[in-house]
């Protein structure tokens, strides 16, 4: 037998090890329905449940699939969380800024910013994941995702009056609706959106505090 030949017949006869059967499991076509529902199905759970109560199992029912499905997918839960909401993300991305009026790009990222979490599954599946930001797979997803959206209102600063302290603007108006909605659990309108923007922007002249709020000296 050649030596070539002796080394195809090796490899033939090799017993696979558990990382190569696993990576075989790992490579068959997956049905993108499975796929699509087994996102839907976990966003909705962590929306609903929280971290520590969300499991594949419960995830796999409410997807009408088998656990064996997620694990073909995922890792562990973290990751298959961390997938859910990266994907959920990327639905939400705002589309690039027009470059018309720094206001008007402003309000429309905003805007979808707070259509995807307060009308969205998303808001709830964050809010629950904020304790648990440290973990590899959920803090990736999450810094990118943040730093996508900083982009974003970068691109609409950049080469404009307000281009100074962008950072710290942009650090307002996130903040806004961060401190608000996933910590305060308080919903936000069109118009608090509009007023914050003008506010970080100057664009609104200061008034005089009405009697008894209790602003001595403004």
């Not at 402003?106 to 304790?131: D, H, K, S, W, Y």
């Not at 609409?156 to 603007?169: G, L």
Request: glycine residues 6%; proline residues 6%; aromatic residues 4%.
């Amino acid at each position: 037998m050649s030596v070539s030949a002796s080394r195809t017949a090796s490899r033939i006869m090799k017993p696979r090890t558990m990382a190569e059967g696993e990576a075989t499991i790992a490579g068959r076509p997956q049905d993108g329905r499975v796929t699509s529902a087994l996102l839907t199905a976990t966003l909705a759970e962590l929306s609903e449940n929280g971290y520590e109560k969300t499991t594949i199992s419960a995830i796999a029912t409410r997807a009408r699939t088998s656990k064996q499905a997620v694990y073909r997918r995922h890792r562990d839960k973290s990751h298959l969380l961390a997938a859910a909401v990266e994907h959920a993300l990327a639905v939400a991305n705002p589309a690039p800024p027009q470059r018309g009026s720094v206001a008007e790009d402003l309000r429309r990222c905003l805007l979808n910013t707070l259509e995807a979490l307060q009308e969205t599954p998303l808001g709830g599946a964050i809010r629950a994941l904020v304790p648990y930001r440290h973990l590899p797979a959920l803090a990736r997803v999450l810094d990118e995702a943040e730093e996508n959206r900083r982009l974003i209102m970068r691109q609409i600063f950049i080469a404009t009056p307000f281009e100074t302290d962008m950072e710290a603007r942009i650090d307002l108006l996130l903040g806004f609706i961060y401190f608000r909605m996933l910590i305060r659990s308080v919903s936000i309108s069109e118009a608090d959106i509009e007023r914050a923007i003008y506010l970080t922007l100057g664009l609104v002249a200061p008034r005089d505090p009405q009697a008894g709020d209790g602003l001595p000296g403004l």
